[in-house]
Nanobody, 121 residues
Framework: QVQLVESGGGLVQAGGSLRLSCAAS????????MGWFRQAPGKERELVAA????????YYAAFVKGRFTISRDNGKNTAYLQMNSLKPEDTAIYYC??????????????WGQGTQVTVSS
């Protein structure tokens, strides 16, 4: 089992920045690709970004490309999502997730509890 705990969410004005963190425990963190998802009220959960086990490969959804950056520190068992130029439409609960293979998919094996991000206009 992999336990994931997100932090760093909050309320920010449009154009501002937040950095989300995802602390992992339970298994060897570097054995897992990581993903960040979000779910807004009334909408389906969507993949925002993903990163490979070693961090050499990444994927971004078109709606965040150029604004968000995914990264990881395997020494600290933590994944990050740096969010810049935030827009009101980025308001959602953000979840981190883990799976063994780096694949652009919504099928991840382990999930955190989520952290709320609210962007005011």
């Amino acid at each position: 089992q992999v336990q994931l705990v997100e932090s760093g969410g909050g309320l920010v004005q449009a154009g501002g920045s937040l950095r989300l963190s995802c602390a992992a425990s339970g298994r060897t963190f570097s054995n897992y690709a990581m993903g960040w998802f979000r779910q807004a009220p009334g909408k389906e959960r969507e993949l925002v970004a993903a990163i490979s086990r070693g961090g050499s490969s990444s994927y971004y959804a078109a709606f965040v490309k150029g604004r968000f950056t995914i990264s990881r520190d395997n020494g600290k068992n933590t994944a990050y999502l740096q969010m810049n130029s935030l827009k009101p439409e980025d308001t959602a609960i953000y979840y981190c997730a883990a799976r063994t293979a780096f694949v652009v998919t919504s099928e991840f094996d382990y999930w955190g509890q989520g952290t709320q991000v609210t962007v005011s206009s």
